[in-house]
């Protein structure tokens, strides 16, 4: 199959999900082209990028002017010089009337030409549906061709829909032709907003297992207890929390380390709590690591926490797939009863979930994991075995490859159907 991807930013580190859907179509022969937005900073990146040769697999518009007479005159000369490659296309993304502010900021035809040599897709993937909105515009005025598939991961379905509306994705619903949710808890949202039940199914972010060590969980011979957690620095992760209940727990327990991965907004924020806390010793925010580099520190780890509270703009996780890597590295987890994060962490078998921006109650469970270390290896096992049993990467992909070939053979059906009607 001829797929292609539509995406934001690409590549970036906390976006494996996307990574790993591309590689395993790859290697399971399939064409991938992939529609991004180049990203802030490319210092750091999967070494799956360099391995596949993604990169040159990638697309990006022309860089768009801020200065909006600049950012005319430039795309006055796209216009001209890929006029004769898709005259009726590029006239289109001028459509203020049925594009709005998308054709009249001029960033649907910057969109449009990294697209004016594509051959028909048989697959179109939007990750996230705030992209597919775009994909959606982009094959209605011809710039793409292919089945639109949707995949609905978190912010998407929660923060947009949040500000935008519970309308928001009336127009995709009705042209869209199958949407992927990757928790129950998303997928129910989607449908309460609209969505064909019958056009949506669950599935999952899958992990490679194989990459990540099996080890049983033992206290370290220097007595410390290593805590970490990754994840953006944003509100969405709840991180303030986290640092609050090892503040609370390092009072008691003075032999602990807290590594936080990661960067965002809230660096400073962070920062600057954990220096009126007095845990500058214990808590350290380490900043972006790549894949190698997360292991490392996870096998170094004993607890990990993933402390996601739903944002004051609406924003949600899924089973984020950095607690999937912590429980694949066997680490008893503390999370959150929060989003789709129960449909991975099983309470007291795994890890234990807590209320949503309870610092005593994280505090509460972290004392509880320090003072019994012979449960660590018993939960780390426990989780290592679900991600194995629902998470596994080949399986999503195997059965991601087969939704695509379903999705293509009921449009043929449908095609067929539609020429008896007509004989």
């Not at 529609?35 to 999967?46: A, N, S």
């Not at 890929?82 to 459509?95: I, M, Q, Y």
């Not at 994060?341 to 469970?365: C, H, M, N, T, Y």
Request: charge should be neutral.
């Amino acid at each position: 199959m001829k797929i292609a991807f539509i995406v934001g930013k690409f590549p970036v580190l906390s976006e494996t999900f996307v990574l790993n859907q591309i590689i395993g179509l790859i290697c399971r022969g399939h064409e991938v082209d992939i529609y991004g937005y180049q990203p802030d900073d490319t210092f750091k990146v999967h070494p799956d990028v360099a391995k596949y040769h993604l990169l040159a697999r990638t697309y990006y518009p022309p860089e768009i002017p801020r200065n909006y007479f600049l950012r005319f005159l430039k795309g006055l000369q796209l216009v001209l010089t890929n006029f004769h490659t898709a005259p009726l296309v590029l006239l289109r993304s001028l459509n203020l009337f049925k594009y709005g502010g998308r054709s009249t900021s001029l960033r649907l035809l910057y969109s449009v030409i990294r697209l004016l040599k594509a051959q028909p897709y048989d697959i179109i993937h939007c990750q996230f549906g705030t992209f597919a909105q775009e994909g959606l515009i982009l094959r209605d005025i011809g710039a793409i061709q292919g089945k639109l598939i949707t995949t609905f991961r978190g912010y998407d379905i929660s923060q947009v829909v949040q500000q935008r509306g519970e309308d928001v994705y009336d127009s995709l619903f009705a042209k869209g032709d199958f949407f992927l949710a990757n928790c129950e808890y998303f997928k129910k949202r989607a449908i309460k907003l609209g969505c064909d039940e019958k056009k949506i199914v669950v599935h999952g972010s899958g992990i490679d297992s194989s990459r990540f060590p099996f080890k049983l969980r033992n206290p370290h011979p220097d007595g410390k207890v290593r805590i970490t957690t990754t994840g953006r620095l944003i509100e969405k992760k709840g991180i303030e929390y986290s640092i609050r209940a090892v503040a609370k727990v390092s009072s008691i327990h003075q032999n602990i380390e807290y590594n936080i991965i990661g960067d965002g907004y809230l660096k400073e924020n962070l920062q600057q709590l954990i220096e009126e806390l007095n845990i500058a010793d214990k808590v350290q925010l380490l900043g972006w690591k790549n894949q190698p580099e997360i292991i490392e520190i996870l096998d170094n780890s004993d607890i990990f926490m993933a402390p996601s509270v739903t944002a004051t703009n609406g924003d949600q996780d899924a089973p984020v797939n950095t607690l999937k890597e912590a429980m694949l590295m066997t680490l008893p987890v503390i999370a959150t009863r929060h989003g789709g994060i129960p449909e991975l962490v099983q309470d007291s078998i795994s890890g234990f979930l807590v209320p949503e921006r309870d610092a005593d109650a994280i505090a509460e469970k972290l004392s509880y994991l320090i003072e019994h270390p012979e449960i660590w290896s018993q939960m780390g096992q426990a989780g290592r075995t679900y991600v194995e049993s629902n998470y596994d990467i080949n399986k999503l992909n195997d059965e991601l490859v087969q939704i695509y070939r379903q999705v293509l053979i009921n449009d043929l059906q449908s095609q067929d159907l539609a020429l008896l009607a007509s004989t």
